[in-house]
């Protein structure tokens, strides 16, 4: 599961303790259980977040055996689910950045950060781009969000790397600003919108070309002015109707 998800989950858990502890103190705070009255949600609310955050500042004290349980219940579950929290969410985010250094541009990458060819994406196209290159050895880079991918493809001797292509800061190191040529081929091509931005942004210069797989991105990507739009199943239909086409010719001339 993603940070984020997880960042959800706890908060909803920390949400549900303190309406737990609210309700309850609010409850039992009027039924003599406590050391005062509690008469007001707010007062219920002000014991409960002290009582999670281990303040205690000691002017509102359970009095009763059923209080004390409720008191406990609540410092159990709050605590656990605080402790759990920061440990699960720090880890998450420490191995991160662990493996955003792992995956990083090294010094010896940065040799063919020039004049270099730029494949973000690998769907069918940039697959294919990529097997042509490696063969007449030119010098190029494959860029994904798959971690596995990245694995299986420095495994066949790929120069790959792990980024987000949607933000600046990740697509800095790559010196798109040397590049000959970007091309990106994603399979979610409503992407490309994103990703072409953050490319115009870090070079005015390199020529940019962009796989889609619809007509309603060609007219998108076409106003922020890409260089070459490629739509492989017109490509094909393109190709087809032709075949077509002299079909029907031959037989006219029968």
Same mark, same amino acid.
């Given at each position: 599961?993603?940070?984020?998800?997880?960042?959800?989950?706890?908060?909803?858990?920390?949400?549900?303790?303190?309406?737990?502890?609210?309700?309850?103190?609010?409850?039992?705070?009027?039924?003599? /259980?406590? /050391?005062?009255?509690?008469?007001?949600?707010?007062?219920?609310?002000?014991?409960?977040?002290?009582?999670?955050?281990?303040?205690?500042?000691?002017?509102? $004290?359970?009095?009763?055996?059923?209080?004390?349980?409720?008191?406990?219940?609540?410092?159990?579950?709050?605590?656990?689910?605080?402790?759990?929290?920061?440990?699960?969410?720090?880890? !998450?985010?420490?191995?991160?950045?662990?493996?955003?250094?792992?995956?990083? *541009?090294?010094?010896?990458?940065?040799?063919?950060? /020039?004049?270099?060819?730029?494949?973000?994406?690998?769907?069918? *196209?940039?697959?294919?781009?990529?097997?042509?290159?490696?063969?007449?050895?030119?010098?190029?880079?494959?860029?994904?969000?798959?971690?596995?991918?990245?694995?299986?493809?420095?495994?066949?001797?790929?120069?790959?790397?792990?980024?987000?292509?949607?933000?600046?800061?990740?697509?800095?190191?790559?010196?798109?600003?040397?590049?000959?040529?970007?091309?990106?081929?994603?399979?979610?091509?409503?992407?490309?919108?994103?990703? %072409?931005?953050?490319?115009?942004?870090?070079?005015?210069?390199?020529?940019?070309? %962009?796989?889609?797989?619809?007509?309603?991105?060609?007219?998108?990507?076409?106003?922020?002015?890409?260089?070459?739009?490629?739509?492989?199943? $017109?490509?094909?239909?393109?190709?087809? *109707?032709? %075949?077509?086409?002299?079909?029907? !010719?031959?037989?006219?001339?029968?």
């Amino acid at each position: 599961m993603k940070l984020y998800g997880k960042m959800t989950i706890y908060a909803l858990a920390i949400i549900a303790v303190i309406i737990y502890g609210t309700v309850g103190t609010y409850v039992l705070g009027r039924s003599g /259980n406590f /050391n005062v009255n509690i008469n007001s949600p707010v007062e219920a609310l002000y014991f409960t977040v002290v009582t999670i955050s281990t303040v205690g500042y000691g002017d509102i $004290t359970p009095v009763t055996t059923l209080g004390r349980i409720f008191v406990i219940i609540l410092i159990i579950s709050g605590l656990s689910i605080f402790l759990s929290a920061v440990t699960v969410i720090s880890s !998450d985010f420490l191995s991160e950045r662990v493996e955003r250094l792992y995956y990083s *541009t090294s010094r010896s990458d940065k040799k063919l950060l /020039n004049n270099h060819i730029a494949l973000i994406g690998y769907d069918i *196209t940039n697959a294919l781009i990529a097997e042509r290159l490696k063969k007449q050895k030119r010098n190029f880079i494959i860029i994904t969000k798959d971690k596995i991918l990245v694995d299986k493809l420095k495994e066949r001797g790929y120069n790959v790397f792990l980024a987000d292509y949607t933000l600046k800061q990740d697509m800095e190191k790559f010196m798109l600003d040397r590049a000959s040529d970007v091309v990106i081929d994603l399979r979610d091509s409503s992407k490309a919108v994103y990703v %072409v931005l953050v490319v115009k942004k870090l070079s005015k210069k390199v020529r940019l070309s %962009v796989v889609v797989q619809n007509s309603e991105m060609e007219s998108h990507l076409t106003d922020l002015g890409v260089d070459s739009i490629i739509n492989p199943a $017109t490509l094909a239909a393109d190709a087809l *109707t032709e %075949v077509l086409d002299r079909d029907q !010719d031959a037989v006219i001339k029968k």
